[in-house]
C-alpha cells in the first residue's frame, strides 16, 4: 500500500464512525486530515438506504455503499441491488413462526413487525395475509436486506435461501442475494478503476469481516470480537479507534 497515492478508506458507521450515539471531533478531524491528504473516503454500512442516517452530510465522505449493496460515488447513485422476494418471504414467514422482532431495511424506508408480541402461532392464513402486505410495501420501497432479533441464532436452524445472513450476538442481519460488504467492495473497485490494494477499512463487528477479508489493511476497534480481531491488520487500543486507526495508517504522530 502506498500512502502518497491516493487510498479508498472504508468505514462500517455504527460503533466504528459513531459511538455511543455521537461522531466525536476527533474522528471528523482525522477523516478530514485524511482527505486533506487526498484520500477517499466511502461509508461502507450494514445499513439500507431507508435508514436515513442523520449525520451523514456532516462528515467528509465522498461515497457510501448501503447494506452491502447500493453504491454511491460523488454524489451520485451509480449501482443498486434488491433482495429476492420469494427469499424476502420465506424469512418473514420463519419470522412469524418463531415469534421475532422483524425488520425490513428498504430503499426508502424501514418497516419493522413485531411478531415477538403475538400470543399464541400464527395461523396459515395470517402468515399468508402478512405476505401479500409485504409484497404490496415491495412494490414502493424495494428491500436491501432483513434483520431479525434475538440470542439464539448461532444454533437455531434458519431458512436456506440465496440470502447471506451473519449472525451477531443479538441479531442476525440476512444480506441480499448473496451480498455483503466485501462483494461490494470488489464491486465498487470494479466500476471506479480503484487498485484493491489501495484499500483500508475500519470496523468493529462480524458484518465486517467480509471487508476485512477484501482489504489488505482492516482497522478493527478496540471492541471488535476476537473472531474479527484476529484477521485486522491492526486493532484500535483507545475509545477513538478511527482516529487513532488513520494515524497508525498514514504514519502520523498522535
Request: glycine share 8%; with cysteine.
Amino acid at each position: 500500500m502506498n500512502t502518497s497515492k491516493p487510498l479508498y478508506l472504508f468505514f462500517d458507521y455504527d460503533n466504528t464512525v459513531r459511538v455511543n450515539d455521537a461522531v466525536s471531533q476527533k474522528t471528523v478531524d482525522a477523516m478530514e486530515y485524511a482527505r486533506a491528504l487526498g484520500h477517499r473516503l466511502i461509508l461502507c454500512t450494514g445499513r439500507a438506504r431507508g435508514s436515513k442516517i442523520s449525520d451523514f452530510s456532516t462528515l467528509p465522505w465522498d461515497g457510501a455503499i448501503y447494506g452491502g449493496a447500493d453504491i454511491l460515488y460523488h454524489g451520485k447513485l451509480c449501482e443498486e441491488h434488491v433482495a429476492d422476494l420469494e427469499d424476502i418471504l420465506i424469512w418473514t414467514a420463519y419470522s412469524m413462526r418463531t415469534h421475532r422482532f422483524f425488520i425490513l431495511e428498504g430503499q426508502n424506508e424501514i418497516v419493522r413487525y413485531r411478531f415477538d408480541k403475538k400470543l399464541g402461532a400464527f395461523t396459515k392464513q395470517e402468515i399468508k395475509e402478512q405476505c401479500a402486505e409485504i409484497c404490496d410495501i415491495i412494490k414502493e420501497n424495494p428491500i436491501t436486506k432483513i434483520s431479525i432479533l434475538g440470542t439464539d441464532f448461532a444454533t437455531a436452524e434458519l431458512p436456506k435461501t440465496q440470502m447471506n445472513p451473519i449472525v451477531h450476538p443479538s441479531y442476525l442481519e440476512v444480506f441480499g442475494n448473496g451480498r455483503d460488504k466485501g462483494v461490494a467492495i470488489r464491486r465498487f473497485c470494479e466500476l471506479f478503476d480503484v487498485d484493491l490494494a489501495q484499500c483500508a477499512c475500519f470496523g468493529d463487528s462480524m458484518n465486517d469481516y467480509p471487508m476485512f477479508a477484501v482489504c489488505p489493511i482492516g482497522i478493527a476497534m478496540k471492541w471488535a470480537p476476537e473472531e474479527l480481531a484476529k484477521t485486522a491488520t491492526y486493532q484500535a487500543q483507545s475509545d477513538e479507534g478511527v482516529a487513532e486507526g488513520i494515524a497508525w495508517l498514514l504514519g502520523q504522530k498522535e
